[in-house]
Structure formats: structure tokens, C-alpha cells
């Protein structure tokens, strides 16, 4: 299956650093990508859809000044989670589409991120 | 109501055993379906797509759809305890670009 690659998969930083992570669909383009948050045996929560050239879409709740998403080309799209707080702790997921055929979605590996 | 619902669980089945799992869909639009396994601690793998009524069958995996019924399975068939994680049914629409995702159902196999 096609193949999307997440950076870092784990992140331990002070609180109020920034903390940026990549995704990139290695072997095809994605004009949709996805974030997704999990917390430990609960169910992913959508954070916010990318588009590629346009502005994220932020579900209810999340806050688009701190967790901050580009998806400057087709194959690459960042979550910058700004002034970092231990109640953002948390397993950050990215997924992107393709449409090459029937559509279908891939995840990246995840990212662990530990706020001290 | 729930775009995607499935049981929770968790299901547990003796190994060798087939595993069902179901998951049904509220909106009649929805177009693709899929199934993923997440381990714990990891991120979701997709193992099945399915996209027309009847039955996908890829290895040991089974999908079933039946858009009439609005509910998609999914059957494991030896079940190993490597299959031990959480499966998630997801759907897509025709329209809008978000995909749905059920709550997990917990499947332990006991060697």
C-alpha cells in the first residue's frame, strides 16, 4: 500500500517550546491530509483537514492559533503545536488521501508527544 | 446518531476460531468503506477496502458489504493472537471530503 511518513514519532519538550511534525505521502499526492489526536485507549479525534494551497479546516474546539497546519505542496503537510502545555500531550496522527483508482486513506506512523 | 457505530466489544474468540466483526453507517451516501487495525500505541493500518455490495476477499480477511442494510463486516478466519488489537470501520462519502470513523471494536485472541 502506499506509504506516509510521519516525523518525529517522538517528542519530549519543556513547556511553551513549539513542536513541529511532517508528514509526507511518499508515493503519491495527497491533496487531502488529515490530523488526528489520540489519547491512551480512546478514539482518534479529527483535529483538522488539509487541503493543499488553502487554509486548514479546524473541527469544534480546537484551536487553530496553537496548532498551526500547512500543506504547502501535495506531498508534504506540518502540525506546528505552538507554546507547547502538558495538557497537549498526546499521540498526533496524520493520514492523507489518495484518489488514484478507488480512494482510499493512509495513515502515518504517529508521533508521541510528552510536554514536560 | 452516530455516522459510523460499532460494538465496542471487547470480542474475544479462540484461536483458530473466525472473528466477526460489524459495523453499520447512518447515511445512505457513503460510498467507500474501509477497515483498519490498530495495535496499541501505534497508528491505524488499513487492511481492507471495499467499495461495491457482496463479499472482498484478501488472505485470512473477509470484508462484507451491504449498502441495502448499511452495514459492512468484516471476518477474520484462523485467527491468530497477532490479530489482538482494535479494528476500526471507516466511511467515505460522495460528498464532502471527510472520512467517519467508528469508536474500535477490541478483539483479543486467545491462543
Known amino acids: 500500500g502506499a506509504v506516509v511518513s510521519q516525523h518525529p514519532s517522538r517528542v519530549i519538550c519543556k513547556s511553551g517550546t513549539s513542536v513541529k511534525i511532517e508528514c509526507r505521502s511518499l508515493d503519491f499526492q495527497a491533496t487531502t491530509m488529515f490530523w488526528y489526536r489520540q489519547f491512551p485507549k480512546q478514539s482518534l479525534m479529527l483535529m483538522a483537514t488539509?487541503?493543499?494551497?488553502?487554509?486548514?479546516?479546524?473541527e469544534q474546539g480546537v484551536e487553530k492559533d496553537k496548532f498551526l497546519i500547512n500543506h504547502a505542496s501535495l506531498t508534504l503537510s506540518t502540525l506546528t503545536v505552538t507554546s507547547a502545555h502538558p495538557e497537549d500531550s498526546s499521540f498526533y496522527i496524520c493520514s492523507a488521501r489518495t484518489r488514484v483508482g478507488n480512494e482510499k486513506l493512509f495513515f502515518g506512523s504517529g508521533t508521541q508527544l510528552s510536554v514536560l | 446518531q452516530k455516522e459510523v457505530e460499532q460494538n465496542s466489544g471487547p470480542l474475544s474468540v479462540p484461536e483458530g476460531a473466525i472473528a466477526s466483526l460489524n459495523c453499520t453507517y447512518s447515511d445512505r451516501v457513503s460510498q467507500s468503506f474501509f477497515w483498519y487495525r490498530q495495535y496499541s500505541g501505534k497508528s491505524p493500518e488499513l487492511i481492507m477496502s471495499i467499495y461495491s455490495n457482496g463479499d472482498k476477499e484478501d488472505g485470512r480477511f473477509t470484508a462484507q458489504l451491504n449498502k441495502a442494510s448499511q452495514y459492512v463486516s468484516l471476518l477474520i478466519r484462523d485467527s491468530q493472537p497477532s490479530d489482538s488489537a482494535t479494528y476500526l470501520c471507516a466511511v467515505s462519502k460522495n460528498t464532502g471530503n471527510q472520512f467517519y470513523f467508528g469508536t474500535g471494536t477490541s478483539l483479543t485472541v486467545i491462543p
Open positions: 488539509s487541503n493543499e494551497g488553502s487554509k486548514a479546516t479546524y
